[in-house]
C-alpha cells in the first residue's frame, strides 16, 4: 500500500547548524511533496513543498530536494534557530487526492 | 477572514456520552478531512469527503460518523465516548484540483 518513511524519528542540534530530515515514498505516481511543520500546541502548517517535475526548492533558510528515481524527499534547515523546534511532517500524495504522511520528527534546538 | 473553524477547542465529558465536534472552512474547498492525533504524534486519517454528500472512511478504523450536507461544513459525531477516544482531532480542507491540505486548530478530546 502507500507509504511514507521518516527518519529521524528525534533530532536534536546545536543552534546554527543544519538539520536534515528524510523521507522516502512507495507509490511512483506520488507528484507532490509538502512538508509540514507542527509547533507544540499548534495546527499543523505547511511550510514548503515541491512537485516532481523540479528537483530543488528553496525559501530562505529552508529547501526541499527530491529524487524520484530513488523516490526520496528531504528538507534542508540552514543556521537553525530556537523557533525552528517544533514536528515536521513529510508526506506524498496518494491515490484518491490523499495526503500520506510520515510519523514525523520532533527536532529539538539546543541553545 | 478565509480559515477553517473547529468548536468546540477543548472539550471533556463522560464515558456514553453522545458528542458532535464542528468543523466549518469559509475557503470553498471542496475536500474535507478529519484526522485523528495523539500531541505532536502521528496523524491518522480517520474520514474525509470530496464534496457534498460525499464521504469516505480513512485508513484508521473510527467509531466516528460524518456527514457532509453543505459545502462549508464537516462535523463528526461519537455516538458513544470512551475513554480510547481521548485525543486531538484535526479537521483539514483542500481546493479542488490542488493536493494542499489547510488544517483546523483541532478539538482536545477527554473522554473521563
Known amino acids: 500500500g502507500e507509504n511514507v518513511e521518516q527518519h529521524p524519528s528525534t533530532l536534536s542540534v546545536q543552534e546554527g547548524d543544519s538539520a536534515v530530515i528524510k523521507c522516502t515514498y512507495s507509490?511512483?505516481?506520488?507528484?507532490?511533496f509538502p512538508w509540514y511543520k507542527q509547533e507544540l500546541g499548534k495546527r499543523p502548517q505547511l511550510i514548503i513543498d515541491i512537485r516532481s517535475n523540479v528537483g530543488e526548492k528553496k525559501d530562505q533558510r529552508i529547501a526541499v530536494t527530491l529524487n524520484k528515481t530513488a523516490k526520496h524527499f528531504s528538507l534542508h534547515i540552514t543556521e537553525t534557530q530556537p523557533e525552528d523546534s517544533a514536528v515536521y511532517f513529510c508526506a506524498a500524495n496518494g491515490r484518491d487526492d490523499k495526503i500520506i504522511f510520515g510519523k514525523g520528527t520532533r527536532l529539538h534546538i539546543l541553545p | 477572514e478565509a480559515d477553517i473553524y473547529q468548536t468546540p477547542r477543548y472539550l471533556v465529558i463522560g464515558t456514553g456520552k453522545k458528542i458532535t465536534l464542528e468543523c466549518s472552512q469559509t475557503?470553498?474547498?471542496?475536500?474535507m478531512y478529519w484526522y485523528q492525533q495523539d500531541p505532536g504524534m502521528e496523524l491518522h486519517l480517520i474520514h474525509y469527503?470530496?464534496?457534498?454528500?460525499?464521504?469516505e472512511k480513512g485508513d484508521l478504523s473510527s467509531e466516528s460518523t460524518v456527514s457532509r450536507i453543505r459545502t462549508e461544513h464537516f462535523p463528526l459525531t461519537l455516538e458513544s465516548a470512551r475513554p480510547s477516544h481521548t485525543s486531538q482531532y484535526l479537521c483539514?480542507?483542500?481546493?479542488?484540483?490542488?493536493?494542499?491540505?489547510?488544517f483546523g486548530p483541532g478539538t482536545r478530546l477527554t473522554v473521563l
Open positions: 507509490d511512483s505516481a506520488s507528484n507532490y
Open positions: 475557503m470553498g474547498h471542496d475536500k
Open positions: 483539514a480542507s483542500s481546493p479542488n484540483g490542488r493536493a494542499e491540505q489547510f
Open positions: 469527503s470530496y464534496g457534498v454528500n460525499s464521504t
